[in-house]
C-alpha cells in the first residue's frame, strides 16, 4: 500500500500524508483533492442513475407498445409509430 500511495503523490507532485511516528496525517492538500474525487465520484453516480432512467423509459415504452398493440411483430405498429421510435428493432 506505501508503495503505490509513494507512486500516487509521485503522480500528483505533492505529498498527501505528513508522516509522523509511523502515523499518516492528511495533509491540506489530500483533504482539497479528497473533495475534488468526491465531486467526480458523485458526478460518476449521477451518470450512472442517468442511464438507468433511460434503460427504464425504454423498457417502460416498450412495455407499454406490448399492452396497446398485441402482435409480438413491430411490423404491425403504425408507421408513424415506427418512424418515432428511437430503439433500431431489426425485424421492424
Known amino acids: ?18 508522516r509522523r511516528q509511523g502515523c499518516l496525517l492528511p ?23 442517468a442511464a438507468a432512467q433511460i434503460r427504464a423509459q425504454r423498457r417502460g415504452v416498450v412495455r407499454v407498445l406490448r399492452r396497446i398493440f398485441a402482435p409480438t411483430s413491430c411490423r404491425a405498429w403504425p408507421r408513424r409509430l415506427r418512424a ?4 433500431s428493432i431489426s425485424n421492424c
Open 1 to 18: 500500500m506505501s508503495r503505490l500511495l509513494a507512486d500516487f503523490e509521485a503522480k500528483v507532485r505533492f505529498a498527501l500524508f505528513e
Open 27 to 49: 495533509t491540506v492538500d489530500a483533504h482539497t483533492l479528497q473533495d475534488e474525487v468526491e465531486h467526480a465520484f458523485f458526478g460518476f453516480e449521477r451518470v450512472a442513475q
Open 84 to 87: 418515432s421510435t428511437k430503439a
